[in-house]
Nanobody, 123 residues
């Protein structure tokens, strides 16, 4: 499966962005999906994950740093997974990656990765 992340950009602190991850090659219904991010000089870290079955979301999981501000969702018709980011902070600045895999918080659980989209939050 090929993944394409989009929607990044420059936003002021307190603002919002919506990232989208589009899949080609295979339907996302076969995978759980996650979003990770990597800030300059830091390790790639877990942001959010979503798992579903039979068209129903089973769970959505979030890193503590984004709980209450970010929402992960899936659009069956478009075969995309989105990440709505609200109340953005300067520390959210990073390259954001979507990935297809087991829906865990661990990079090793994901076999497919998108190319990343840059989010810059100005303070």
């Amino acid at each position: 499966v090929q993944l394409q992340a989009s929607g990044g950009g420059l936003v002021q602190a307190g603002g919002s962005l919506r990232l989208s991850c589009a899949a080609s090659g295979r339907t996302l219904s076969n995978y759980a999906m996650g979003w990770f991010r990597q800030a300059p000089g830091k390790e790639r870290e877990f942001v959010a994950a979503i798992r579903w079955s039979g068209g129903i979301t089973l769970y959505a999981d979030y890193a503590d740093s984004v709980k209450g501000r970010f929402t992960i969702s899936r659009d069956n018709a478009k075969n995309t997974v989105d990440l709505q980011m609200n109340s953005l902070k300067a520390e959210d600045t990073a390259v954001y990656y979507c990935a297809a895999g087991d829906g865990s918080a661990y990079k090793r659980g994901y076999a497919y990765w998108g190319q990343g989209t840059l989010v810059t939050v100005s303070s």
